[in-house]
């Protein structure tokens, strides 16, 4: 499975930036979608999750300014971000929970793509 994440770059705070991330390879179905981010020496934490069924799951800190959808059409999932703080730079990395021919569940991560926020 890959996945192949764009949309990162540098923004002013207040700005906007909308990060994609299309799956593709060898899989039955894909449960979630998501997005997650890590700073240098910090532990990968969770901005947002999708299912397949639309459910959604934010980080506290991005309630109300950041929006996850996707097209599952497309296996693609979708970060649009709004109102970005500096605080928000980080490398974004796409996450996906996907069910192979096996019927086993696995997760796999994109390659990152980095936002950064300046003042």
């Known amino acids: 499975v890959q996945l192949q994440a764009s949309g990162g770059g540098l923004v002013q705070a207040e700005g906007s930036l909308r990060l994609s991330c299309a799956a593709s390879g060898s899989f039955s179905s894909i449960r979630l979608m998501g997005w997650y981010l890590q700073n240098p020496g910090k532990r990968r934490e969770l901005v947002a999750t999708?299912?397949?069924?639309?459910?959604?799951n934010y980080a506290d800190s991005v309630k109300d300014r950041f929006t996850i959808s996707s097209d599952n059409a497309k296996n693609t999932v979708y970060l649009q971000m709004t109102s970005l703080k500096p605080e928000d730079t980080a490398v974004y990395y796409c996450?996906?929970?996907?069910?192979?021919?096996?019927?086993?569940?696995?997760?796999?991560w994109g390659q990152g793509t980095l936002v950064t926020v300046s003042s």
């Open positions: 996450y996906v929970v996907v069910t192979g021919p096996d019927r086993f569940q696995r997760a796999y």
């Open positions: 999708i299912t397949t069924d639309g459910i959604t």
